[in-house]
Every structure is written in C-alpha cells, then in structure tokens.
C-alpha cells in the first residue's frame, strides 16, 4: 500500500490522549524515511511545542484564507480551533520519496480518504477504557478541566469511527502497540 511513487501513507488517528502523537514520533524515530506531515493550526502553541516542526501556527482568518485558495488535502475544527493537511507539504514529501506519517484525527481521515491516488494504511489507536484516558489526560497535565471534559466527551464521538480504519489497535502498553503499528508497516513494504 503505497502512493504512486512507492511512497508509503500511514495515519494514525485517536481520540485525544491515547497516544498516537507519542507513536508517531517514535515512528520517525526509528524509521528516517518517515516523515510527519506537520498540520497547520489556530490553536496556541503548547511550551514545547516548535513551529514548524509540531505545528505551522497561524490566525483564524490565515487558515480561512487557505480554505478559500484550497490548500489543504483536509481540515476540521477541533475544541474551537482548525486544523488542517496542506496539500504543498504533504506533495514535497513525496517528491522528495518520503514516507509520510499523518497525526489526524477521523474528519481528517475521512477527508483524505476521498484522495485515492493516495493508497492511505490507515490506523485507528485506542485507549483501554476512557477511565485509563481520562488519567493519561490529566497526567500529561498540558489542558486545564474543561478541555479535558470535552476531550472525554469527544471520545463518545470518536470511537463511533474506528470501522473507517484498516487496522485498530488498543495501546494499553506503548512498546507492544509500536511493535503492532511496526508490523503492519513492514507487511505493506512487501
């Protein structure tokens, strides 16, 4: 499952919490040929996130300007702020023969999804229960309680679209889920 270049296409997508931002780094990590399709996003920069490497961060009437011009592959308004896959990013990826990793949620999949020049292997991650997300969400102590109660009620909505995905994985152990999402890279190789 490849692009028309022989690039390769994962996704992974969760609710928030069960960590596919976490994977997906790990997957770059081990992998140089990954690399991570960096979304743009009205929401404020977190203190360590980089600009331009975890997200492009732009204005709310930046982003509308790029609806307007269509540069994104996909978008989605997420807890009050946009997100979106620029299409000029995710093209130099490929010309370049990389292989492009995809921190999206399930709008955005079902937006990319309609592209079928791109060959998506798409991976829905899970947490075990929504108590044990819950206490990641806490633990990771980077949103105050009403963003985590919309996170937690979020993930009602979220788990409804886990059948849109080829593979879905529960990430109750980090090692075992990288091990799972591993495998599944080396069998598309093939």
């Known amino acids: 499952m490849t692009s028309s270049n022989g690039s390769m296409m994962l996704i992974l997508s969760s609710p928030s919490g069960a960590g596919k931002t976490t994977l997906t780094k790990k997957i770059q990590q081990k992998y140089q040929n990954f690399k991570i399709s960096v979304s743009h996003t009205t929401r404020k920069p977190r203190i360590n996130e980089v600009e331009g490497v975890d997200y492009f961060f732009v204005s709310h009437e930046d982003f509308k300007k790029k ?14 702020n946009f997100y979106g896959t620029s299409r000029d990013s995710v093209n130099l990826l490929l010309k370049n023969n990389n292989n492009i990793l995809f ?15 791109l060959n998506l292997i798409k991976i829905f991650l899970l947490p075990p229960n929504k108590k044990e997300l819950e206490n990641r969400l806490i633990q990771r102590n980077q949103d105050n309680i009403d963003i985590i109660s919309k996170r937690l009620k979020a993930y009602d ?3 409804y679209h886990w059948s849109d995905y080829d593979y879905v994985i529960i990430n109750d152990n980090l090692e075992h889920c990288f091990l799972q999402i591993e495998k599944i890279i080396l069998s598309a190789k093939k």
């Open 67 to 80: 609806i307007s011009n269509n540069e994104f592959f996909e978008y989605a308004k997420i807890f009050d």
């Open 103 to 117: 921190d999206i949620d399930w709008q955005g999949t079902q937006q990319l999804s309609k592209f079928k020049e």
């Open 157 to 159: 909505e979220d788990i």
